[in-house]
């Protein structure tokens, strides 16, 4: 059954602590992407790759950074967690050309920074 | 730039009852539009989506069917059952506009109770 598969469900992180957060693909999807989901605010884009080594911003990169040295990891870093990074975070991958209709997504990671 | 607006939640029905789900967008090219939905404590899955202007897409007794005239794609189902609650997500991927990223509404949640 093909996948994407976030490292964590739950994280408990200290202000100011380095955070990562994991996403491995197993389907070779070129797209990868970051999402953070808040009540009433929805699916928000922060980050996505094309290729490795590549990233674009999305919506909202600010406070956050990415990497993807692989074809099959996405990494999102929070360079130094704040309380209003507090929220739900989804990865999704998509195979080239596939638009929006390729879009699979992992089951997220619920990040609470106190 | 492109955008999806969808009717505010939650919504609460009855077993059996007619669901629809008002969805409309704004988009500068020929997008296509999906439907979305997030089952608790998982990610999203695609439930259904449409290319192209009269296109219906349907999945799972879900039907949407994309009214370029309306600008609009609107998610219903005849009958519901309790096992539909989730939250429920209009999006659309328009090439000429966002590189065929996704772009989210922000969510109606469904609440079907027995």
């Known amino acids: 059954d093909v996948k994407v598969t976030q490292s964590s469900r739950y994280l408990v992180k200290r202000t100011g602590e380095k955070v990562f957060l994991e996403c491995v693909q197993d389907m070779d999807h070129e797209n990868m992407f970051w999402y953070r989901q808040d009540p009433g605010l929805g699916l928000r884009l922060i980050y996505f790759s094309y290729d490795v080594k590549m990233k674009e911003k999305g919506d909202i990169p600010e406070g956050y950074s990415v990497s993807r040295e692989k074809k099959e990891r996405f990494s999102l870093i929070l360079e130094s967690a704040s309380t209003n990074q507090t929220s739900m975070y989804l990865c999704?991958?998509?195979?080239?050309?596939?638009?929006?209709?390729?879009?699979?997504f992992g089951s997220g990671t619920r990040l609470t920074v106190v | 730039g492109d955008s999806v607006t969808q009717m505010e939640g939650p919504v609460t029905l009855s077993e059996e009852a007619f669901l629809t789900i008002n969805c409309t967008y704004t988009?500068?090219?020929?997008?296509?539009l999906f439907w979305y939905v997030q089952y608790p404590g998982e990610g999203l899955q695609l439930l259904l989506k449409a290319t192209k202007a009269d296109d219906k897409g349907s999945n799972k007794g879900f039907e949407a069917t994309y009214r370029k005239e309306t600008t609009s794609f609107h998610l219903e189902k005849g009958s519901v059952q309790v096992s539909d609650s989730a939250v429920y997500f209009c999006?659309?991927?328009?090439?000429?506009?966002?590189?065929?990223?996704?772009?989210f509404g922000k969510g109606t949640k469904l609440s079907v109770k027995p």
């Open positions: 999006a659309l991927s328009d090439y000429g506009g966002s590189q065929g990223n996704l772009i």
């Open positions: 988009a500068t090219g020929y997008p296509s």
């Open positions: 999704a991958s998509s195979s080239l050309g596939s638009g929006g209709g390729g879009y699979t």
